[in-house]
């Protein structure tokens, strides 16, 4: 389409996954702490006391995934493992911002997979974890960034399931990736395309 490629190397991506779980739920464990049922939030009926409407509240009013987050960032933001874990994460994620800067003093755009594997299907992996984090594994260095991205069709798998293709920009820069997106449907089909499903 008349791009000219270039290959970037962005050695510190390799941190983004631990870096993005422990701020991402530290972050989650602090701004859920107002959700108590008391100003906000969901509220449990017919609690006892204070303490059991508490308890409840929390208890019912998030699911599984949302506890295990809070979890880990009360955690990390604890006395003794703050500096350990919670600043040496925020400095990890300026190191990834620099790789970025690095990468677009070379380049317009940024390409890459969304995520490294293909479509998985729904719920089936609820009860691994640490098999769906991965799956993040792509975009999280982009959100650490706090720089724009979109995910296109770009294919199919052997197993006729959808592959996707990432478009990062440099800060502020939507609109060209909303040209390079364009450009990019334009000639080809895959967003008119749909996965067989059975």
Not at 46 to 58: E, F
Not at 140 to 143: E, L, Q, S, Y
């Given at each position: 389409?008349g791009?000219e ?8 991506f390799?941190?983004g ?19 108590d ?8 009926e ?13 208890s ?43 990468a677009?003093?070379?380049?317009d755009?940024?390409v ?7 479509a ?14 991965l799956?993040?594994?792509?975009t999280?260095?982009?959100?650490l960034?706090?720089?724009?991205a ?15 293709i990432?478009l ?13 997106a ?5 000639s080809t ?5 749909r996965?067989k499903?059975?």
């Open positions: 389409m791009a490629i270039q290959v970037v190397s962005c050695p510190r390799r941190y996954l631990p870096t993005y779980y422990i701020i991402a739920p530290s972050e989650a464990s602090a701004n859920l702490a107002r959700y049922g008391v100003k906000y939030g969901f509220r449990s017919d609690p006892q006391n204070l303490l059991d409407m508490y308890a409840k509240t929390r019912q009013g998030f699911g599984a995934e949302v506890k295990r987050r809070i979890a880990i960032g009360t955690y990390v933001l604890s006395a003794g493992y703050y500096d350990a874990y919670y600043l040496k994460a925020q400095k990890v994620r300026t190191l990834i911002k620099e790789d970025f800067e690095k677009f003093s070379q380049v755009v940024l890459c997979p969304t995520a490294p594997t293909t998985f299907k729904a719920g089936e992996k609820f009860n691994d974890p640490l098999s769906m984090y799956s993040d594994l792509m999280i260095p982009v959100n960034a706090g720089l724009p979109l995910s296109l069709p770009c294919g199919f798998d052997d197993k006729g399931l959808p592959i996707g990432q990062i920009g440099n800060l502020l820069q939507e609109s060209r990736l909303f040209q390079v364009h450009a990019y449907e334009q089909n895959w967003h008119l395309r996965p499903l059975p």
